[in-house]
């Protein structure tokens, strides 16, 4: 399970919102090897003057959450931070410097899911990588 937010200035996020997707959830399956159909993204478009941010950002600035179960080892996550500002700079030609990155990790009974506490669901798949 991965929940993802993806934050930036309105008029240079809105036009490659699908396209990142794309990129951030196939770095996602490859990386934490979830199954191709768990996508769950949240866009948050913002005003200039509702994001700030430090000098030395573009206006491409862009900012990933990601929350999932814990679990993953440390190599994977690195894989999967490795893997987005890869991808997201070859595809969209997003900078890294202008890409933030965080992992949030929980346990699964911290999450509810179906109408059941996370950890009484039967996964299709492994949370610990």
């Not at 159909?37 to 491409?60: I, L, Q, S, V, Y």
């Not at 700079?89 to 009974?109: C, G, M, S, Y």
Request: negative net charge; aromatic residues 10%.
């Amino acid at each position: 399970m991965a929940q993802i937010k993806i934050y930036g200035v309105r008029e240079q996020l809105n036009p490659v919102k699908e396209q990142l997707s794309e990129v951030i959830h196939s770095c996602v399956v490859d990386a934490f090897e979830l199954p191709a159909d768990k996508k769950f993204h949240r866009f948050f478009p913002m005003n200039g003057e509702d994001f700030h941010f430090p000098d030395g950002k573009t206006d491409r600035y862009t900012v990933i959450e990601i929350s999932v179960f814990e679990g993953r080892t440390v190599e994977a996550k690195k894989h999967l931070i490795r893997l987005l500002f890869e991808r997201i700079q070859n595809t969209l030609h997003i900078a890294p410097q202008d890409v933030e990155i965080t992992i949030f990790e929980t346990p699964q009974h911290n999450w509810g899911i179906r109408g059941l506490p996370g950890d009484e669901l039967a996964l299709g798949y492994k949370v610990n990588i």
